[in-house]
T-cell receptor, first 111, second 115 residues
Framework: RKEVEQDPGPFNVPEGATVAFNCTYS??????FFWYRQDCRKEPKLLMS???SGNEDGRFTAQLNRASQYISLLIRDSKLSDSATYLC????????????FGKGTRLSVIA | DAGVIQSPRHEVTEMGQEVTLRCKPI?????LFWYRQTMMRGLELLIY????????DSGMPEDRFSAKMPNASFSTLKIQPSEPRDSAVYFC?????????????FGPGTRLTVL
C-alpha cells in the first residue's frame, strides 16, 4: 500500500462549483499534514497546513480524520485560477523527517 | 529573498554523459532536499541534508546518482552515467528547520531529458 494515495482525476468542474478531494495515508503515526498546489510545469507550493480541528483559508477548507486516516480539501466557488494539481503531503513520523507527497489530483475549472 | 535557485532549467543530454544539477537554497534554511518527479511515480525524495550533512539517501536510485553539499549555500546532484530512464524534473527544496513541520520551498526545477 502506498504511503499517500489520491485520486489522480482529472476533476473537471464549472466555475463557481464546489469540489472536494480526499487523500488517504497509511502511516498512523503521521503527525503533520499539508496540501500543496502545483501549477502546470511549475514547482509545488504550500497551499495550507491541515490541523486536527480542521481549518479554513478563504474558499479552501482542509480537514483531517485520524481515525480513518484521510485528509480532505474542499474548494468553494471555484475559479479558473484554481486549475492545478493538488498534492496531499504527510510527514512520515514526528520530528526531523521529511515529507511524503501523494501523486496529486488534477483539477480543471472550466468557464 | 530570491527563493531557491536551480540551474540549469533545462538539460538535454545523451545516454552515458555526466549530468550535474545545481541548487542554491534560501539563505538561513538548514534543510535541503532533492526530489525527482515523473508522471508514473510522482514526486520522490532522493536525498536530504541537514546543516550540509546528508541525513537520508535511501531514495537515491543507484550508484550512478550522487549528491553533495559543500557549504550552506550550494548543493549538487550528479548522475554519471546518465540513462534515458533518468529523464524527469528534478526539484531542490529547502526549509528553515524540521522538514516535517515547516514549509518546504521548492526551486523551479531542472527538466532533464536523456536521449
Amino acid at each position: 500500500r502506498k504511503e499517500v494515495e489520491q485520486d489522480p482525476g482529472p476533476f473537471n468542474v464549472p466555475e463557481g462549483a464546489t469540489v472536494a478531494f480526499n487523500c488517504t495515508y497509511s502511516n498512523s503515526a503521521s503527525q503533520s499534514f499539508f496540501w500543496y498546489r502545483q501549477d502546470c510545469r511549475k514547482e509545488p507550493k504550500l497551499l495550507m497546513s491541515v490541523y486536527s480541528s480542521g481549518n479554513e483559508d478563504g474558499r479552501f477548507t482542509a480537514q483531517l480524520n485520524r481515525a480513518s486516516q484521510y485528509i480532505s480539501l474542499l474548494i468553494r466557488d471555484s475559479k479558473l485560477s484554481d486549475s492545478a494539481t493538488y498534492l496531499c503531503v504527510v510527514s512520515s513520523f514526528s520530528g526531523n523527517t521529511p515529507l511524503v507527497f501523494g501523486k496529486g489530483t488534477r483539477l480543471s475549472v472550466i468557464a | 529573498d530570491a527563493g531557491v535557485i536551480q540551474s540549469p532549467r533545462h538539460e538535454v543530454t545523451e545516454m552515458g554523459q555526466e549530468v550535474t544539477l545545481r541548487c542554491k537554497p534560501i539563505s538561513g534554511h538548514d534543510y535541503l532536499f532533492w526530489y525527482r518527479q515523473t508522471m508514473m511515480r510522482g514526486l520522490e525524495l532522493l536525498i536530504y541534508f541537514n546543516n550540509n550533512v546528508p541525513i537520508d539517501d535511501s531514495g537515491m536510485p543507484e550508484d550512478r546518482f550522487s549528491a553533495k553539499m559543500p557549504n550552506a549555500s550550494f548543493s549538487t546532484l550528479k548522475i554519471q552515467p546518465s540513462e534515458p530512464r533518468d529523464s524527469a524534473v528534478y526539484f531542490c527544496a529547502s526549509s528553515e528547520t524540521s522538514g516535517s513541520t515547516d514549509t518546504q520551498y521548492f526551486g523551479p526545477g531542472t527538466r532533464l531529458t536523456v536521449l
